[in-house]
């Protein structure tokens, strides 16, 4: 991932990039996004870049494809990084309607901006690693992996790191209710993105 001077990096996504944005003066948030854009500021003293948070909470990927215009074309992002698929499993959005408003979307930022594009997998369902339920997830993101493939977009491994973490931690939580996460969450998956995007070891 290359930075440049004046770059607009857009993060869009659910409750999880949300995380209290409308709430902060800075629109950012508390989440990850927050510790990206601080992380890149320590790192890139040297340029000043444009971040913005539109996550919404509760949102699948059709609720993003209705404001799709507002928060990703008109704003012309040179990074558009996406996180979506949680909500789209517990409102039973159906993998062949979350592939094909994926990819519409993705189709319609390169024709309509030329954005560089970062896909993030989904989170966790569950904190229990022995409970099934994030298994739920695993069709969604083979799709979001599909996709990264096919519009050579940075993936970022969430589901994967989350997973893995969750088998080796003792007393650890990553989230405050088995979705939404805490700042250690925020946190890993901060670091996941960094590390995808190359900033990070």
């Known amino acids: 991932m290359l930075l440049h001077e004046g770059q607009k990096i857009v993060f869009i996504g659910d409750s999880i990039t949300d995380c209290g944005r409308k709430d902060d003066p800075e629109n950012i948030g508390g989440g990850y996004v927050r510790v990206v854009r601080d992380y890149l500021s320590i790192v890139r003293p040297e340029i000043s870049l444009q971040v913005e948070n539109r ?21 012309q992002p040179d990074w558009l990084s996406i996180s979506i698929g949680i909500n789209d499993e517990w409102k039973n959005v159906s993998c062949d309607d979350f592939r094909d408003t994926y990819r519409e979307l993705l189709v319609e930022t390169k024709s309509k901006t030329g954005s560089s594009l970062i896909v993030m997998e989904t989170t966790i369902l569950s904190e229990d690693s022995n409970d099934g339920k994030n298994e739920r997830l695993l069709p969604y993101n083979r799709i979001i992996r599909e996709v990264a493939a096919e519009f050579e977009a940075i993936l970022v491994p969430q589901y994967q790191s989350f997973t893995a973490y969750l088998r080796e931690q003792r007393g650890k939580t990553l989230t405050v209710d088995q979705v939404h996460m805490n700042s250690t969450g925020n946190l890993l998956m901060a670091i996941n993105w960094l590390k995808a995007c190359g900033f990070a070891q």
């Open 55 to 75: 996550g919404i909470s509760g949102e699948t990927i059709l609720d993003l494809k209705a404001r799709w215009n507002e928060d990703v074309i008109e704003l």
